[in-house]
C-alpha cells in the first residue's frame, strides 16, 4: 500500500484526500502539482527544530510551483500552539499577501499540523493546506481526519475547527530524526489505536517491538499504514465526531489533565499513555478486562519507553481538570472504555469515584509512601 484515500464531506459535497508514504521530499511537488490547485502562492508554517532539518528541502520541492514561497517559523513546543502564534501567522500572511485561493503547508509534528489546520480554517473564512507530518505522533494520528485547533488558558485544544488538508505527505524517514521521547510520544497513540479498534493490530504491535523501538523502516511503514487506515475508517463513519469517532479519545480526558497541570512539560503522547492506563484501569475494575490484558496494557508502556505512573500533582487537582474538558457532554465526562482488546466505548457512567482511583492507581507518589 503506497496510498490511502479518505472520503469525506465538505459542505454536502463529497471530498476526499489522498494520505502518501514515501522516503524522503523529492515527490512532493509532483504531488502537489497533481491536485491542480489554483494557488499562485504558499506559506510553509513549520516550527524553529524542523526548520533547521527539513525547511530547505521542502522549500525548494515547492518553488517551482509558486509565484511565491513565504515561510513562517515558530519556537518549537506546545506552549506555543495558542492564539497568539495563531494571531501572528495571521498578520504574516496578510503581509505577504496570500489570498483565498492560496495554500498553507504544516511542515512538522502535531503542534504545527493543528495550528497551522486551524490557522488554515479561519483565514479569509478557510484556504486549503496540505499536511506534511515529520513525528510518529502526527504521522498515526494528528495529521489524519480535520481536527485542527489550539490551546487557550492551558486548556487543551478548546480552540479549534473541523478543516480537511487537500493532501497528507508523509515522509517515513524524517523519523529517523526524532528523539527518543518523540518517538515514544508516537508509540503512545499507535497502541491506543490498537486498542480502540484492532486486537490483532495490537498484538502485532507488542510483538514487532523490537524492530519498531530500532526504527526499521518497513516495520514502521506498516505500523503507520495500519493505524491511518483503521483512523481512516473512524473518522469517514463519523466525521464531525457525533458519535464513534469519540473513541479515538481513549486515554486522551485524562491525559489532557496532567498535560495541562504539568504545565505542557509532560509530552502530549505520554499523558496519553497514562490515561490509556487510566482507562484501562476502570475497565478492568468494571470487569470488561482480565488481570492479565489490564496489567499488559500497562506494562507494554514500560517497553515502549512510555511513563506508567506521574508524581507531583494531586489526585483531586486532576479529576477537577477532568471537568473542564472539551469532551464534556451534558455536565457528565464522555469517556472511553474498553469493553475488550480492540473494542472500545463511550461511556457516561463513570463516577467521579472511580475516575479517583483510576487516578490514584496511575499516581506514582501514592506508590512511593507506601
Not at 211 to 236: F, G, N, W, Y
Not at 293 to 301: K, L
Request: aromatic letters at 8%; one cysteine or more.
Amino acid at each position: 500500500m503506497k496510498s490511502l484515500l479518505v472520503k469525506q464531506e465538505n459542505q454536502g459535497e463529497a471530498f476526499s484526500y489522498e494520505i502518501l508514504w514515501k522516503e524522503d521530499f523529492s515527490g512532493l511537488g509532483a504531488e502537489v502539482k497533481k491536485l491542480q490547485l489554483p494557488a499562485k502562492k504558499a506559506c510553509i508554517v513549520t516550527d524553529s527544530t524542523v526548520a533547521e532539518l527539513y525547511l530547505e528541502q521542502v522549500k525548494q520541492e515547492l518553488e517551482p510551483l509558486f509565484e511565491k514561497v513565504a515561510v513562517f517559523i515558530f519556537p518549537a513546543g506546545e506552549e506555543h500552539k495558542n492564539l497568539q502564534t495563531v494571531q501572528t501567522l495571521y498578520t504574516h500572511l496578510i503581509e505577504e499577501k496570500l489570498e483565498r485561493k492560496d495554500l498553507l503547508f504544516a511542515l512538522g509534528g502535531g503542534v504545527t499540523g493543528d495550528l497551522t489546520g486551524y490557522a488554515a480554517a479561519t483565514y479569509l473564512r478557510g484556504i486549503d493546506f496540505i499536511q506534511i507530518p515529520t513525528t510518529l505522533l502526527a504521522q498515526v494520528d494528528s495529521s489524519i481526519g480535520g481536527k485542527t485547533g489550539v490551546d487557550f488558558d492551558q486548556y487543551k485544544n478548546m480552540v479549534g475547527a473541523f478543516h480537511h488538508p487537500r493532501l497528507v505527505y508523509m515522509n517515513t524517514s524524517a523519523l529517523k530524526t526524532l528523539s527518543e521521547e518523540q518517538f515514544a510520544c508516537g508509540m503512545g497513540e499507535v497502541l491506543k489505536t490498537g486498542l480502540i479498534r484492532d486486537e490483532k493490530f495490537y498484538i502485532w504491535t507488542i510483538n514487532h517491538m523490537e524492530p519498531i523501538m530500532e526504527r526499521v523502516p518497513a516495520v514502521l511503514t506498516k505500523m503507520i499504514q495500519k493505524c491511518c487506515d483503521i483512523k481512516r475508517i473512524v473518522v469517514e463513519n463519523d466525521p464531525k465526531e457525533q458519535g464513534e469517532r469519540a473513541v479515538l479519545n481513549l486515554g486522551h480526558t485524562v491525559g489532557h489533565a496532567i498535560e495541562k497541570l504539568k504545565d505542557f512539560q509532560l509530552a502530549h503522547g505520554q499523558c496519553v499513555a497514562l490515561g490509556t492506563v487510566a482507562a484501562a484501569y476502570i475497565s478492568f475494575q468494571r470487569g470488561y478486562l482480565s488481570t492479565e490484558e489490564f496489567y499488559e496494557i500497562r506494562d507494554m508502556n514500560v517497553g515502549f519507553d512510555l511513563p506508567i505512573t506521574f508524581t507531583g500533582l494531586n489526585p483531586e487537582d486532576i479529576l477537577a481538570a477532568t471537568k473542564s474538558d472539551k469532551k464534556m457532554e451534558n455536565g457528565t465526562v464522555k469517556f472511553i472504555l474498553l469493553k475488550s482488546l480492540g473494542h472500545a466505548v463511550v461511556d457516561h457512567t463513570v463516577t467521579d469515584e472511580e475516575l479517583l482511583e483510576a487516578i490514584n492507581f496511575i499516581n506514582g507518589d501514592r506508590i512511593d509512601e507506601e
